[in-house]
């Protein structure tokens, strides 16, 4: 009960702030904000941002039961597998120019400067990689295994092209603290591509099959393939983006475009750390669903798929912890620069730390818990892969833990530690899953990534010990996420049915890790509720 009082007092005061400013567009006045406890200044902007993230996200999330009805988990799988390389292009893209952006706004005294040489060079830099992509999608496309859909590589370069030149002015209104333009045009943006998938993936076959005379339906079978689903999901998305581009025009549009070289070296100097950071974690992410096609025994392609598929499926089931790390994150990044100035910096990235262990924790219980519910979202030829579910919720705990972390090396200019920590996570990823999943299928994709990510939060813990000491509470974090493993072992040792008397039982074991965690921070919780 305390922690959603804390919670509708963080998102109140942030509206508050909104109502009562005199900005254009929701905009928060940075008088008012510097008001605010950074704790509750944190936790409203993660709300906010979380407007976009959290119900954008679940209202894809939707699809997936769509997806894993319509698609059989063979053709899911292709759609598991062209994500997955994309997460690894998207970050060579972008290349670590978001944070960098945070960190010279921060420190150069001409921020339009900045923001104009980033929003150049990526644009540069996208546009480079698009002519590329078309100048060789047969080749792309015969490399993988997609000869007959040429189409998909043309989809792609395109949508990668133009969210890579979106993200600097994304990272520009997270920077100037505007969270409520930023949810609004993400919304439109999903809103649309949900949209164009019912349209494309219900609607159409569905007047095809039952209203084939009617005229609406003839010219929808004029350009309407309802063997090529996947490639629809694909336009959806490109559609999408197209119109997000559009929308953010103003962003884009300068009074002067500046593009400074010194700066821009010094940028580049300062990312390209990040980006080796990103592109091993987007290795961590992603390279599991890549490798299981290659390494996965079977006596067809299609057979491998679809084993790729339901895998792809149990890994959207963990969406619950995936959409609050990277809610977090749109949060985080400003305000953790934001704070370093301050006196009492160091304590409030440990009180962070330990809150978001604390609701990451719940989280993973109430997704393990009542996970016979949670898995009905995905079709029945998807649920075989639900006991990777657990494991991959703990590592993404563990990976937003490491989140929590990585601010030492990018306060302290030592990005090197970075590189070197998501280095160590790919090499693990690639290691493990080419050691397990010959024998263990795609568990040995979940435990891979489970394992890169403890090793890279540990390894960031005790060297950030030495660089960038902060007093984290190791006891309190590690024994809130002991209680929570302990608590899901001992359900699942139960060995309760499906029904009612589990589901009470496991409240009553969700109850009690909630009123232990309210006990232990009683003081804690109502020092923030008392704090304006």
């Known amino acids: 009960m305390i ?24 905009y928060f006045c940075p008088s008012n904000c510097l008001l605010l406890n950074p704790l509750k200044r944190l936790a409203g902007q993660t709300a906010i941002y979380g407007l976009s993230s959290i119900i954008g996200r679940l209202l894809n999330y939707l699809l997936v039961p769509l997806y894993t009805r319509v698609l059989i988990p063979s053709e899911y799988g292709i759609y598991t597998e062209m994500f997955a390389w994309v997460s690894i292009i998207w970050v060579v893209l972008t290349y670590g120019m978001e944070t960098t952006f945070f960190r010279f706004s921060e420190t150069e005294k001409d921020g339009e400067r900045v ?8 644009f540069a830099t996208s546009v480079l990689f ?21 189409h998909y590589i043309v989809y792609f370069a395109f949508i990668l092209s133009i969210d890579a030149i979106t993200a600097i002015p994304f990272a520009r209104l997270r920077q100037q603290n505007r969270p409520l333009r930023f949810a609004i045009i993400k919304l439109i943006n999903i809103g649309i591509n949900i949209g164009l998938n019912l349209f494309f993936i219900l609607l159409c076959p569905y007047l095809l099959a039952n209203y084939p005379d009617a005229q609406i339906t ?3 079978a004029g350009f309407f393939n309802p063997a090529d689903l996947v490639g629809y999901i694909f336009i959806s998305l490109l559609v999408s983006s197209i119109i997000t581009l559009i929308l953010l025009l103003p962003d884009l549009s300068l009074k002067q475009y500046i593009f400074d070289t010194k700066i821009l070296k010094r940028m580049l100097a300062y990312t390209w750390p990040l980006m080796i950071v990103a592109i091993a974690g987007s290795i961590n992410l992603s390279m599991d669903k890549i490798l299981l096609k290659m390494l996965l025994p079977g006596n067809s392609e299609a057979e491998v798929m679809s084993q790729v598929g339901i895998y792809g499926a149990c890994y959207k089931v963990s969406i619950i912890m995936t959409l609050f790390v990277q809610t977090f994150r749109y949060a985080a990044d400003p305000f953790f620069f934001g704070e370093a100035k301050k006196s009492d910096s160091r304590q409030i990235y440990a009180d962070v730390l330990k809150y978001f262990t604390i609701v990451s924790s719940i989280l993973f219980l109430v997704t393990t818990l009542y996970l016979d519910v949670v898995i009905q979202f995905i079709g029945v030829n998807y649920r075989d892969g639900r006991n990777v579910v657990p494991i991959l919720l703990m590592g993404n705990l563990f990976l937003g833990i490491f989140y929590n972390l990585s601010f030492w090396y990018k306060l302290t200019n030592r990005t090197i530690f970075g590189a070197l920590f998501s280095v160590i996570g790919a090499a693990i990823t690639i290691v493990l899953n080419i050691v397990l999943i010959p024998e263990t299928g795609y568990y040995g994709s979940a435990w891979a990534s489970f ?12 060297l950030g010990r030495k660089y960038f000491p902060v007093p984290y509470q190791l006891i309190k974090i590690l024994f809130y996420l002991g209680l929570a493993v302990f608590v899901f072992f001992i359900s699942i040792n139960l060995g309760l049915d499906p029904g009612l008397l589990k589901y009470l039982v496991n409240t009553f074991l969700l109850l009690a890790y909630s009123t232990i965690v309210v006990i232990v921070e009683k003081q804690n919780f109502h020092a923030m509720i008392r704090k304006d």
């Open 451 to 462: 394992s890169a990510y403890f090793v890279m939060t540990v390894l960031s813990y005790y």
């Open 130 to 150: 698009l002519f590329l992509m078309l100048g060789f999608k047969g080749s792309i496309a015969d490399g993988l295994g997609y000869a007959d859909r040429t």
């Open 115 to 122: 923001y104009s040489t980033s929003l150049i060079s990526l």
């Open 218 to 220: 003839k010219l929808i």
């Open 3 to 26: 922690i959603g009082i804390c919670l509708i007092k963080f998102i109140k005061s942030q509206f508050r702030l909104t109502i009562s400013s005199q900005y254009e567009f929701g």
